[in-house]
């Protein structure tokens, strides 16, 4: 049933699973693109993975459509990021307006640093990114999607959960060693563990309006401070595939809701934006709020929480589903070392210290963003206004503006895997904790060559990597300028990359004990009592 | 750095002047825009975290503590 939810694409119910089914090492709880890229994560080192997904379809409607750089890389990693490309948008420059004024008062650039293999943000309707993903997880086959098998129930049992679902045709009990709760702001597994979900709703509404028609208008972000057409508020236009357009109007908070999605009051918005003689097609007007939640912690025993299910955001600055693949590519790999017994359950702890650092992160960006927009009273709103009309002829005052702070990956600056930096790097280079960047190389690109598994990239060092570490060499393949600059590689160098595409430790000129040790702390998550420092 | 807040100009009176002149030729209602544009300029040109909080927290202290 969809219970009035969209339906982009039917899928077949599954019938109640075989007593084999019915023991899991890991059940996944949410078929979305958080959970659907985990259980292909997961697939991609070996294990079988139960996804329960509540309903029997894709939902169609209106939800993320923006994927940014760091989502790219970990979908491309996962087999989908050439398809995500070819079907989506692809823009890198936003625009700022303000006002009446035509031009607008300045513009961004999402890939400051370019050649890297995935430009700086895909726009791509949700439920095509899912389609995408549930065909790749069926790919693996190692990936058993139910669909319409909701969780109604969840208790210990032994070391793991014993799940109660919900089928078409009655109920059935399912055992796990492991569940990650990737069900979504309304998580059904947070609420039956009564876990908490706390933080902060703003009281504002804002209409989006997808629409199709042809325009023949740039792949970029454009955004309007009180604009003429939407007056001391704001608005936000977006170009998805297949010229769907999306449409984003602030509209306070006192109003009547239904009124505001009638077409007849969505129209004047519409040509006020675009112009009067706009020819469009309406597809899905909605109305939504949001608040800034997340729980306190998202590991609890066997039970993990990733996604909307452990924090919500604000939409400015595309930072919820992307926030949500950040949380896959940084527990897949630690959830499969644990399952295999190649470390300790506490390697799951630094999950949950870096997945609410990230969190935090964007929950204080998209809050500052949203009270830049939101201005709460007279004295805030002329504060934004100084900024705005200084912004047009001095950069300083750009930087002030804040219209989302478009995401990007968090840096772990003080996460326990890292190794701290022995020598002076003089702010070159990539530093522990912070994302991998990408480079061409050889033939390819260098992210292409991190696929899950620790590497050691060096130019050329001595040192030998532990077993289990795969080594990448720069100084034999050819095409490897821009990697040794952008990591600031001099000859004898090294790299200990994480398989989420993190940097873990670099050295200028590394001995075999340092990667060992650098590799120890990882899969231990605790320095060797030698630590050589 | 720390917030200075010893005397600092070389003619208090004059810059004062100026300051008040700049308040003059705009309407009542414009000023606080205008004294916003001039804390975002002077903001950006200190450019000193520890020195602004300060500044924030004496700006702040309206009862005098």
């Known amino acids: 049933m969809s219970l009035g939810i969209p339906v982009w694409r039917a899928m077949d119910a599954l019938p109640h699973p075989t007593k084999s089914q019915l023991e899991a090492e890991i059940v996944i709880v949410g078929g979305g693109p958080i959970g659907l890229a985990l259980a292909i994560d997961l697939s991609k080192q070996g294990h079988k993975v139960v996804v329960l997904q509540k309903h029997s379809f894709i939902a169609a409607g209106s939800k993320a459509i923006c994927y940014s750089k760091s ?29 009446a004024q035509r031009e607008p008062i300045y513009q961004f650039d999402m890939l400051p640093v370019k050649n890297q293999k995935m430009p700086g943000f895909v726009n791509l309707q949700q439920y095509l990114v899912e389609e995408l993903l549930v065909e790749r997880a069926l790919e693996t086959g190692k990936v058993e999607i139910r669909w319409g098998h909701e969780v109604v129930g969840a208790k210990p049992r032994g070391q793991g959960v014993e799940l109660d679902v919900r089928t078409g045709t009655g109920l059935y009990s399912q055992c796990a060693n492991w569940v990650v709760a990737c069900d979504g702001s309304k998580s059904t597994i947070r609420s039956l563990l009564g876990l908490d979900f706390e933080g902060r709703a703003f009281e504002d509404n804002f209409l989006i ?85 997340r729980m306190a912690n998202f590991v609890h025993g066997p039970v993990i929480f990733a996604g909307d299910a452990a924090h919500l955001v604000s939409p400015f600055g595309a930072r919820g589903c992307n926030g949500g693949f950040s949380d896959v590519a ?64 001095h950069t300083f005052a750009q930087r002030f503006v804040n219209s989302g702070r478009l995401s990007t990956p968090a840096h772990y600056r003080s996460s326990r895997l890292n190794t701290p930096d022995r020598d002076d790097w003089d702010g070159c280079g990539v530093p522990p904790g912070a994302p991998a960047i990408d480079a061409p190389l050889a033939d390819g690109w260098l992210l292409e060559l991190l696929q899950g598994k620790l590497v050691f990239l060096t130019n050329g060092s001595q040192a030998t990597a532990p077993a289990g570490v795969q080594v990448i060499d720069i100084a034999v393949l050819p095409r490897s300028e821009a990697v040794k600059d952008r990591y600031a590689l001099e000859p004898g160098a090294g790299t200990l990359l994480r398989p989420d595409q993190y940097v873990a430790a670099r050295w200028k000129q590394p001995v075999p004990e340092d990667v060992q040790d650098a590799t120890n702390r990882i899969r231990t998550n605790q320095a060797s009592s030698g630590d050589r420092r | 750095m720390t917030l200075g807040l010893e005397p600092n100009l070389s003619d208090p009176d004059g810059i004062y002047g100026k300051l008040v002149e700049l308040q003059i030729q705009h309407r009542p209602e414009d000023w606080p825009l205008v004294s916003s544009r001039l804390l975002l300029i002077l903001i950006n040109h200190i450019g000193d975290d520890d020195v602004l909080l300060a500044a924030f927290e004496w700006a702040g202290a309206l009862n005098g503590d």
Request: charged share 25%.
């Open chain 1, 330 to 393: 940084n527990l897949a790999w630690k959830l499969d070392l644990v399952v295999r017994g190649a470390a300790p359950v506490s390697l799951l702890e630094t999950y949950n210290e870096e997945a609410t650092f990230a969190a935090d992160e964007n929950i204080l960006h998209s809050t500052r963003a949203t009270d830049f927009i939101t201005p709460k009273g007279e004295p805030a709103t002329v504060l934004r206004n100084a900024a705005l009309s200084l912004a047009k002829d």
């Open chain 1, 209 to 293: 309006v997808d629409i199709r028609m042809e325009a023949d208008r740039p792949s970029e972000r454009w955004f309007w401070f009180d604009p003429p057409f939407n007056p001391g508020r704001t608005a936000l236009l977006h170009k998805q595939p297949e010229n769907v357009w999306r449409l984003d109007f602030q509209l306070g908070w006192e109003i009547d809701r239904a009124a505001a999605v009638k077409p007849e009051n969505v129209d004047p918005m519409i040509r006020g934006m675009l112009g009067q003689d706009v020819n469009y097609e309406p597809v899905w007007y909605s109305i939504y709020t949001f608040q800034c939640r």
């Open chain 1, 71 to 99: 989502s790219l890389d970990i979908l491309d990693r996962l087999g989908v990021g050439q398809q995500l490309v070819a079907r989506g948008i692809c823009w890198d420059v936003g625009k700022v307006f303000w006002g």
